[in-house]
């Protein structure tokens, strides 16, 4: 039950970092404690003080409500409590959680981390992201025209299906940019700048084959068609580990045996645990003296840590390297932290072959990753002992080491460059920021990764009274890790791109198909001619000489299981509450499916969102309809010291954009489609008013919303046109020449769909189908009126992007593990703060 109301005074505490936390000093049975006052205790009418002018709270008289000693209201003094109550249960399960056994949570097995927690986070919606998934289905056991089959040649117009054309307007709804590359100019910042692209007469052109993949992509997902394109899915995708397991890593040198390469483990006579955790405590490796230790205070940082001054050096005054075999003198300290101990070499010699032990020292190699890391200050020496267990260095293990270290080089590939092209090295230590710190040695592909004799990589094991199963292979303690499955091994088979010309799917007959690891090629039946903008070059806003600064894209991650791995073949979302690690597991599992973006239909009652796009409005909210919305098509202002950094690599401008409400015709031709092929086009064609598909470049930010309607059209069966051209004179041959008198054929597609994807799965309509339900939210855009943004911490947008840190926040070991929910429920995500 709570305890009767009590009264106090809200303080205003500032954090190190300038934010702002507002405070409840509160009577306990050890007397008084400050605790710390959030938006979901605090009555309503405070909350817009909190989150906008949290000084005007300093001072402030309030009563407050507690219940087992957790404060559930606080209003302010001689009021009313006003807000949702926080129940006793949601927020008592989050604390259990933050209150298991750390060593429990160190060493959890495969089957709990693929249970979700017991306690799924619980916050409010404050945005939708910008991307999500149009789910995909098994298609393998669908016999009507949505299944796989042979298209009609190209030599004939064929009896029963149907040839023509049909006239489409396309309206613009938000501004459209297409970017014209080949004008492109760059800056001293590598600062890329796009004209808009036009045609001869100076009006915005529009691409025949931009039309055609919008179509495309649109007609594959409500024919749950395959995929025309899926490359680059075919490898083991990597995620950073959790930082615990790090103890977990055994030392290891790569040796010449009898069968081939070897794994020899050195733990230097520390009994290796089950998990791979020294069982008695002492750290396997031992401690190099390397680095200077910064911290956040020290803003002046050298390019080499200080190495010159603090690293323990040969006596001839050199620095050990990478792979050196040494002799080393140690002596054993204990961790400040008082959990572990540790050997600290104190004296460092080369070792040769043959060479006599020195007295106190023993043998080792030394292991050199570089300063990666703000607080790191020390290296290591892998110490030799007599008694180190080997085992076989297999296939498997060597091809997941080769995957990983490319993965690493891949996704580090353009920070190296951009490195080179500034003059600094991968090993220069730049500032105490992820990025800035130098890169660790297997980063840069100079470097020698491939493993052979003398090799160094730390492993982790299972270990079962001395009998050791090797997990995988590393080259750091703190490592990414590989995923078990590739993406390519989550998608069905019948949802691959198609091999064979006798086995099309849908959108392949239609739209056309390449094969994309061997020889054939089918042209489609479909073709888009130039489309006409009807007022030509008044349809383009310009915006001078510098452009438009657009905010970041964020890059596509499919590491992120909780966003692109679905829980099964349904594309279903994983449940909240589970580890980035349980994702790409198992191929019971699959992918969400096709990657869409929604329209940002909240931007319709916004009217002054898109005008004055030069002035920088990015940090006052807009109201509407009581919730706040900020200009998020623009990149908020950022300088660096005495540098303008707005404009860098990271972001692109624009000399101008496709005003909304312009209007473009276009005519599409078509040859030979069956009913239900023609009655997915016509369906896609004509969708009710607030509908849009998505068109041109940077779609996250909500450009490129377009609305399509037919206008006329002019088509024919097979026999009809044979008749015709055997006269050439005007005939009483069938001809569907209005939208409505094609209803049949879209009714026919519906049915199809229904049966192939409906009643198999226990659907009651056409409309109830996923596939369909999630395309038709994904193009009228979410209902709930939350704004549109990639994930972020704050409320207003932040120049610099920094996307990855909400991923921080949701991977963290306790963090939601939110995943991204199903289009088709509509709901949002949380901010997530530090």
């Not at 323990?312 to 390297?321: A, G, I």
């Not at 399509?708 to 009809?720: E, F, H, N, T």
């Not at 049949?744 to 409309?767: D, L, M, T």
Request: with cysteine; charged share 25%; aromatic share 8%.
């Amino acid at each position: 039950m709570p305890e009767e109301p009590k009264t106090s005074t809200l303080s205003i505490i500032t954090t190190s970092k300038g934010k702002k936390n507002v405070m409840i000093t509160v009577q306990t049975k050890k007397g008084s404690d400050p605790r710390p006052v959030s938006e979901k205790i605090l009555s309503s009418e405070l909350v817009p003080l909190l989150n906008k002018t949290p000084d005007d709270l300093k001072d402030m008289e309030v009563a407050y409500e507690m219940e087992n000693g957790i404060v559930r209201k606080v209003w302010k003094k001689g009021g009313k409590w006003s807000g949702e109550t926080l129940s006793h249960d949601s927020s008592r399960k989050p604390q259990q959680h933050r209150g298991q056994d750390k060593y429990a949570r160190n060493n959890r097995q495969q089957g709990s981390r693929m249970q979700p927690r017991q306690a799924p986070f619980q916050e409010k919606e404050a945005f939708h992201n910008p991307y999500n998934f149009v789910s995909v289905l098994p298609r393998n056991k669908v016999i009507n025209d949505l299944g796989d089959s042979e298209p009609k040649g190209h030599h004939a117009y064929h009896d029963d299906h149907w040839s023509g054309w049909i006239d489409i307007q396309l309206t613009t709804a938000t501004p459209l940019l297409m970017p014209n590359a080949a004008l492109v100019s760059t800056n001293e910042a590598d600062h890329k700048t796009f004209p808009v692209r036009v045609d001869a007469s100076g009006a915005p052109y529009l691409s025949p084959t931009s039309l055609k993949g919008m179509l495309r992509s649109a007609y594959e997902a409500v024919t749950n068609s395959r995929f025309g394109v899926f490359e680059k899915h075919d490898s083991r995708l990597a995620y950073r580990m959790d930082a615990r397991k790090g103890i977990e890593m055994v030392p290891a040198v790569v040796e010449n045996g009898s069968a081939g390469l070897q794994l020899r483990l050195l733990s230097n006579n520390t009994t290796i645990g089950s998990n791979g955790v020294p069982v008695n405590g002492l750290m396997y490796a031992a401690w190099l003296p390397r680095y200077q230790k910064y911290s956040s205070r020290d803003h002046h940082p050298k390019k080499d840590k200080e190495e010159s001054q603090r690293a323990l050096h040969y006596p001839d005054h050199t620095l050990p390297q990478h792979g050196d075999r040494v002799w080393v003198r140690c002596e054993q300290q204990q961790h400040r932290s008082g959990r572990f101990s540790f050997l600290r070499v104190t004296d460092i010699r080369r070792r040769t072959l043959g060479e006599t032990t020195p007295t106190h020292f023993q043998a080792g190699i030394v292991c050199i990753t570089g300063p990666n890391i703000m607080n790191k200050h020390e290296e290591r020496v892998f110490l030799l002992t007599q008694n180190d267990p080997s085992l076989d260095l297999t296939p498997s293990l060597i091809a997941g080491w080769n995957t990983l270290i490319e993965n690493y080089q891949r996704i580090h590939a353009d920070e190296l460059e951009k490195r080179n092209k500034n003059g600094d090295s991968a090993n220069d230590y730049l500032g105490h920021e992820p990025g800035k710190t130098a890169w660790s040695r297997h980063i840069d592909s100079r470097n020698q990764t491939q493993l052979k004799e003398g090799s160094v990589c730390y492993v982790r094991v299972a270990c079962d009274n001395k009998d050791y199963n090797v997990l995988g292979l590393y080259p750091v303690t703190i490592s990414r890790d590989l995923f078990p499955e590739k993406p390519a091994d989550l998608l069905h088979d019948s949802l691959h791109s198609a091999t064979d010309y006798k086995a099309l799917s849908p959108a392949d007959r239609v739209f056309g198909w390449v094969h994309q690891q061997g020889k054939g090629a089918w042209k489609g039946q479909l073709r888009i001619q130039q489309a006409v903008c009807e007022i030509g070059s008044q349809a383009i806003e310009h915006f001078g000489n510098d452009g438009l600064p657009l905010a970041i894209l964020g890059e596509a991650k499919p590491q992120q299981t909780h966003f692109y791995v679905a829980h099964n073949w349904q594309g279903d979302p994983l449940p909240d509450g589970r580890e980035r690690s349980v994702g790409y597991q198992e191929r019971t599992q699959g992918l969400r499916g096709r990657k869409v973006y929604p329209h940002h239909a909240h931007l319709a009652g916004l009217h002054e969102y898109w005008l004055q796009p030069e002035a920088d409005r990015t940090q006052k909210p807009m109201l509407y309809q009581g919730k706040k919305y900020y200009q998020e098509y623009r990149r908020p202002p950022l300088q660096e010291g005495s540098k303008d950094k707005t404009r860098d690599n990271q972001n692109r401008s624009i000399l101008g954009w496709i005003k909304p409400e312009t209007a473009f015709s276009f005519k599409i031709q078509i040859s030979n489609l069956s009913s239900v092929e023609l009655g997915a086009l016509l369906w896609l064609l004509n969708l009710e008013k607030d509908y849009y598909h998505r068109l041109g470049n940077s779609k996250p930010l909500g450009f490129g919303s377009v609305h399509l309607q037919v206008k006329s059209m002019a088509l024919r069966k097979g026999q009809d046109w044979a008749e015709f051209y055997q006269h050439f004179l005007e005939t009483d041959t069938p001809c569907l020449c209005d939208i409505n008198e094609a209803q049949p054929h879209i009714e026919a597609y519906k049915q199809a769909v229904f049966e192939a994807y409906g009643q198999p799965f226990g659907k009651k309509s056409f409309e109830e189908v996923s596939f369909i339900k999630a395309f038709k939210v994904a193009l009228r855009g979410f209902r709930n009126g939350l704004p549109v943004h990639y994930p972020r911490q704050d409320e207003k947008p932040n120049p610099k992007g920094e996307s990855f840190k909400w991923f921080v926040q949701n991977d963290k070991s306790r963090g939601p593990h939110l995943a991204l929910p199903a289009l088709e429920t509509e709901r949002g995500l949380p901010l997530l703060n530090e």
